[in-house]
């Protein structure tokens, strides 16, 4: 089964080129890093790299870097209830993305004017309930953006997804173990 229409997004926290240039190159990158977020130095390596090579690229949580050095877009996590960036002037192409984890959340982040979610956890990991692939059926059908599935993906329940009408999924440990649909 093929999955090349569907949208690809792939959550790093470091800048490592060799594991980078072994992925796909329809595969957007989405800086989300715990332990140092503001590493501008790397950030900015993997914004060359990133148009260097014809990808996508969104930094979490901070929309005024991500316009001062011309990304793609922003992340924007489910617990960020920010809409100072509300105020911003965007250029063309760029785009606010975001996470959400029940309605109060997607509720959230059409005030934030986000205009694709990512909705998580979908399915079981090892320690977070997930929302459940049935459930979402009333929850998250009033939602006229793409939605992205996010949470426990893998080859064996990546059909689901597409019976779901999701516009694409992400994933950390999907994509560091191969490289990729």
Known sequence: MHFIKYKKYF??????????????KDISLIWRSKHNPENI????????????????????????LALNLKLNGAYISAYNRSCRFNNFIFHKDFKLIGSVHNLKDLKFKQ???VKEIFISPIFKKKYNQALGIHKLNSLFDNFKGNKIALGGINSNNLKLIKLKNFSGFGGIEYFAKKKGP
Request: charged residues 30%.
């Open 41 to 64: 130095d790397e950030i900015r390596k993997t914004a060359i790299f990133c148009k260097k090579y014809g990808r996508k690229f969104f930094l979490a949580n901070n929309v005024k």
């Open 111 to 113: 005030n934030q004017n």
């Open 11 to 24: 959550f790093i926290e470091s800048f490592n080129p060799q594991k980078l240039k072994l992925l796909k």
